[in-house]
C-alpha cells in the first residue's frame, strides 16, 4: 500500500511538470491558434539557462529559487522576440507555414544551446533545504518532488485569477474571440498577443528550470517533452487550460503505474491513452467544438493547375534524370537515389495535406513500415528484392487502412494527432519488439539483388518505380477521385450535399498515401542496406512537412522541388560546417518569411508577373 501512495505521489510531481509546460502550451494555441512547434525549446533554454543561474547563485534558498524565476524570466524574452521578429508577420498566413517557421526555431535554438552550453549533459544542484526526502508509511519520497506537486494546482489557480480577474486577461480573452472588434475598441491586439508569447514561453522555462534538481540536461529535452505537451494539451481540450491540468494528472498517473502494469509497452501506452480519448472525445476531455477548424487550409484553397506544358517539362527532366548515371559519380548516384526516393515520400504526403487539407504528424509511420516490410520479408523470409518491395506498400498500405478509418473521424488539429499517435505507436513496438525488428540495433544486410547491386542499376530502378508511382499520384490530383477530395477539402457540407462520400474519399486517400510512402520506405531500406525505429519516430515526420511546405502546397510539383531542396540542402549544409541545424533553422525562417508560398509557389507568380508586364 505504502508503495502504491508513493508511485502514485511520482505521478502527481511528473503531472506538475507536464502542466507547467504544457499550459504555456495551451494559452498560446488558445489566444493565437499558433502551433508553437517551439516550445520544448524555451522549456530546453530554460533548463540550461536554470542550470547556469544555479550553478552560479543557487547556494542558498533565495539564490535558487531566484534563479528559476530567473530562467524563466529569460525563456519570457526569447518568446517575445521570437513573437515580433517571426509570428507577428505570420498570423495571416496557413498554420502550417506558423508550424514550419517555429520549427525553424527548433533547429537555431538546438545548435545555439549547444554552442553555449556544449554537448555534454549537465548534472545541477539540489535544491538548497529541499535535499533529503521525508516518510510517507515508511516508503521514502523527495522532498523537492512535494514542492513540485504543490506548485502545479498553485500555477493553475493563479493562471485563472489572471485571465478572468485581471483587466489584461478580459481583454486577451475579447481579442481571442473577435480580433477586429478589439481593435476598433483601441486594443492592440499585436502588444496582447506578444504579451501571451512571453507568458506561454516563461512557463516553459520555467518547467525546464524546476527539472535541474530532478534529471540531466540534455540537448534532448526539447523533442521529448514537446511531444508529451502536445498529447497534454490535446487530451485536455485545446485552449483549456482545465483540460490540460486534468490531463496532466491523468498522463502523470498512468506513467507511474503504467510501467508496473504494462512494462512491455510504456513506450506506446500514453499514445493509446490519447487516441481512445480522441475516438470517444473528439475535442479532448474539456475542450469545445471550434467554430473555425484550427487548421483551416486559407491558400490551398486556390485551384490546382496542371500548368502549360507539364508533360513536356515532365519529359524533359526524366530524360535528364535517367541520362544521369553516364555523367554522375557514385556519390551523385547515391544523392540522386535517396532525392528521388524522399520526392514520393513528400508526394504521398501532399497528396493528404493539398488534396484532402489533412495535415499528417505521423507520416514516417508508414514509410517507416514500408521500410521494416521489406527488411522484415528479406530477414525472416529470406524474400528477394521484388517480393519484398512488393510487401513494403502492402504492409503500409494495411497500417494505413486500420489507422487512417480511426484518424479521418476526426479533423484539423485532432486528426494530426491521432496521426501522431499511431505514428507513435508504430514506432514503439519497432523500438520494443527485439525479437522480431531488432529494437534499436535495427535490422542490417537488407541488400539489393545483384542483378541491381550497382549503384546506376538501383537508382534506374529507383527511379522507374518512384516515378510511375508519382504518374499515378499526378494522375489522382486531376481526376474525379481527386476533384471529390478537393472538395471535401473547400467545404465538407457542400460536398455532403451534392453526393459526396467526404470521409470515404479521405479513408482512400490516406490509404493511397500511405502505400505511396510504404513503397518509398522499401526502397529506403534497400538503398541504405539497413532499417532502424527512427524511420518512424517524429523528425522523420517533421521532414517530410518541411519539404512539402518548402515546395509549396498550392501545385503538384511542388513537393517535389521540396525534396531536393531540403535533401540537397541538408547534405550540402552538413558537409561544410558543424553547425548545419543552425544554417537550415535561418534558411526556412527565412523562406517562411520571403517566400510563403514556396518555391514552385514563387517562382509560378514570378512566371505571371513577367508574362503580364509582357501583355
Known sequence: ???????????????????????????????????????????????????????????????????????????????????????????????????????????????????????????????????GSVDILDQPFPLYDLVLIGLGPLVLGLLWLLFNRTRWGTLVRAATQDREMASTL?????????????????????????????????????????????????????GSLTGAFLASLLIGQLQAFGILVFPQITLVIVFLFMAVVLVLRPHGLLGRAEETPPTAPAT????????????????????????????????????????????????SLHLLIGLGGLVSFGHAAWFGLGA???????????????LALAGAPLLAGIGALVAGWFCVRRSGLYFAMLTLAFAQIVWSVAFQWYAVTGGDNGILGVWPSGWAAGKAAYYWLTLAL???????????????????????????LRAESVGIDVRRFQWMAFVLAGSAAGLAGGLYAFAKGS?????????????????????????VAGPLAGAVAFHLLEAKVMSLTDWWRLSLGLTIVALVLAFPKGIVGFLSGLRSSFGGRRA
Not at 507568458?199 to 534538481?213: E, I, N
Not at 485551384?303 to 530524360?319: C, D
Not at 535528364?320 to 555523367?327: D, I, K, Q, R, W
Request: aromatic share 10%; proline share 4%.
Open 372 to 386: 521494416y516490410g521489406s527488411a522484415l520479408l528479406v530477414k525472416h523470409l529470406g524474400a528477394p528484392m521484388p
Open 186 to 238: 483601441g486594443v492592440d491586439p499585436a502588444r496582447l498577443f506578444t504579451g501571451v508569447l512571453v507568458l506561454g514561453c516563461a512557463l516553459a522555462g520555467l518547467g525546464g528550470a524546476l527539472q535541474v534538481p530532478r534529471e540531466a540536461v540534455t540537448l534532448h529535452m526539447d523533442m521529448a517533452i514537446v511531444v508529451e505537451a502536445f498529447v497534454v494539451v490535446v487530451v485536455g481540450g485545446m
Open 1 to 131: 500500500m505504502s508503495f502504491l501512495l508513493v508511485q502514485a505521489l511520482s505521478g502527481l510531481a511528473t503531472a506538475a511538470t507536464l502542466f507547467l509546460v504544457s499550459s504555456g502550451l495551451t494559452i498560446v494555441f488558445g489566444v493565437t491558434r499558433i502551433v508553437n512547434f517551439a516550445h520544448g525549446s524555451f522549456y530546453m533554454v530554460g533548463a540550461y539557462a536554470g542550470w547556469s543561474l544555479i550553478e552560479r547563485f543557487g547556494g542558498t534558498p533565495a539564490g535558487f529559487w531566484g534563479s528559476v524565476a530567473a530562467a524563466a524570466v529569460l525563456t519570457g524574452v526569447m518568446g517575445a522576440v521570437m513573437e515580433i521578429g517571426l509570428l507577428r508577420r505570420l498570423y495571416r498566413s496557413p498554420e502550417l507555414f506558423q508550424l514550419l517557421g517555429t520549427f525553424g526555431v527548433v533547429l537555431v535554438v538546438q545548435d545555439l544551446t549547444a554552442w553555449i552550453w556544449g554537448p555534454e549533459d549537465l548534472l545541477g544542484r539540489r535544491a538548497p533545504g529541499l535535499k
Open 300 to 347: 490551398v484553397t486556390v485551384p490546382l493547375s496542371a500548368g502549360s506544358h507539364a508533360g513536356l517539362w515532365a519529359l524533359v527532366l526524366l530524360a535528364l534524370l535517367v541520362a544521369a548515371p553516364l555523367v554522375a559519380g557514385d556519390y551523385a548516384l547515391i544523392l540522386l537515389t535517396e532525392v528521388v526516393i524522399l520526392a514520393l515520400f513528400a508526394a
Open 466 to 492: 518512384c516515378g510511375g508511382a508519382l504518374w499515378l499520384l499526378r494522375r489522382t490530383a486531376f481526376a474525379p477521385f481527386g476533384y471529390a477530395l478537393r472538395a471535401g477539402r473547400d467545404s465538407a
Open 531 to 555: 532499417v532502424f525505429p527512427s524511420l518512424l519516430a517524429v523528425p522523420q515526420s517533421v521532414d517530410a512537412l518541411v519539404m512539402v511546405l518548402m515546395g509549396g502546397l498550392q501545385t
